[in-house]
Antibody
Framework: QVQLQESGPGLVKPSQTLSLTCTVS??????????WNWIRQPAGKGLEWIGR???????NYNPSLRSRVTISIDTSKNHFSLNLNSVTAADTAVFYC???????????WGQGTLVTVSS | QSALTQPPSASGSPGQSVTISCTGT?????????VSWYQHHPGKAPKLMIY???KRPSGVPDRFSGSKSGNTASLTVSGLQAEDEADYYC??????????FGTGTKVTVL
């Protein structure tokens, strides 16, 4: 079955750009009517949807993060990526990637990766 | 957009039932029948339990059920089992073509 795995630096300095990749295995990122999401969870807090991308490149972002977020997709590598710029300590969180299906079925999810913003 | 409101905690003894509420607005929960629920054991990947308010993915026990009234959705876990102890999050489609999650509820099996 389809599995997702996040990867990227676990430590990012304030004001820099956080970059993560989600690699999809067990199926093609281009097959089916799916969209691909990034979701985060700050320590001790709830989940926050960051944004999504379709295989045609169309994106939607959380309004509160829209000015700092870019999600891209590389179907040849079967992965999609997250860039979050101008990070602060408030961006420290476990970041998850998840496959989405209309309307809001997020399934499956990756295991998550902790990113800490600190100098 | 604001997070959907869930009670911080809920509990029940094995075999009992527990119901978790998820309150939003007419721009999310109340406006669409697009509420989903996720079970999250810390350190593991969240798992889809309910979608489109009351539908269960294959493999999810029928002890889990969902409903909605107005701006509030609910998840009920009947016949509580030890493995049901986890954090639960609701999610709703929201106006503006995006999504919002709930604040999360920690379910404890006494």
């Amino acid at each position: 079955q389809v599995q997702l795995q996040e990867s990227g630096p676990g430590l990012v300095k304030p004001s820099q750009t956080l970059s993560l990749t989600c690699t999809v295995s067990g199926g093609s990122i281009s097959s089916g009517s799916y969209y691909w999401n990034w979701i985060r969870q700050p320590a001790g807090k709830g989940l926050e949807w960051i944004g999504r991308i379709y295989t045609n490149g169309n994106t939607n972002y959380n309004p509160s993060l829209r000015s700092r977020v870019t999600i891209s997709i590389d179907t040849s590598k079967n992965h999609f990526s997250l860039n979050l710029n101008s990070v602060t300590a408030a961006d420290t969180a476990v970041f998850y990637c998840a496959r989405g299906q209309w309307p809001n079925k997020f399934d499956p999810w990756g295991q998550g990766t902790l990113v800490t913003v600190s100098s | 957009q604001s997070a959907l409101t869930q009670p911080p905690s809920a509990s029940g003894s094995p075999g009992q039932s527990v119901t978790i509420s998820c309150t939003g607005t007419s721009s999310d929960v109340g406006g669409y029948n697009f509420v989903s629920w996720y079970q999250h054991h810390p350190g593991k990947a969240p798992k889809l339990m309910i979608y489109e308010v009351f539908k269960r993915p294959s493999g999810v026990p029928d002890r889990f059920s969902g409903s909605k009234s107005g701006n509030t959705a609910s998840l009920t876990v009947s016949g509580l089992q030890a493995e049901d102890e986890a954090d639960y999050y609701c999610s709703s489609y929201a106006a503006g073509d995006n999504f919002v999650f709930g604040t999360g509820t920690k379910v404890t099996v006494l």
